[in-house]
């Protein structure tokens, strides 16, 4: 059972590993100036006026098409959308680590043939 003597090490790994880009996601984290354009369109999402930056035009500026709606949907729920891009953000980020991380192990297994 070599997979079941490794695994402690490979969670010591990880969870360094996570801990390290946490904080350094933290300390990193900022807000583009491009955040406030998403930001704007689901203001007027929330306020019933549709994906648009100004009242009465049609033109669709952002570019993150699902981004914009989740930022609403927290605007809506009453939650600051910088705060929670940036929350977001860190979690996506930590979600990578964790997927790379189950990669390399099946990756692994496969070449050792467990």
């Known amino acids: ?23 350094g996601a933290f300390r990193l984290r900022w ?4 955040a406030f354009i998403s930001f704007r369109y689901a203001q007027h999402l929330v306020e019933g ?12 500026g952002y570019t993150n098409f ?6 609403a949907l927290a605007m809506k729920l009453g939650l600051d959308p910088v705060s929670f891009t ?10 990578c680590i964790v ?8 990756m692994k297994g496969q070449q050792e043939g467990w």
């Open 1 to 23: 059972m070599k997979f079941l003597r490794f695994i402690p090490v490979h969670v010591a790994l990880l969870l360094v590993t996570v801990a390290v880009g946490l904080m």
């Open 31 to 34: 807000v583009s100036d491009d």
């Open 49 to 60: 006026h549709g994906l648009v930056f100004n009242l009465g035009e049609q033109v669709e």
């Open 66 to 71: 699902s981004w914009t709606i989740l930022v």
């Open 86 to 95: 940036w929350v977001l953000g860190i979690l996506c980020y930590l979600g």
């Open 99 to 106: 997927l790379l991380w189950c990669t390399s192990l099946r």
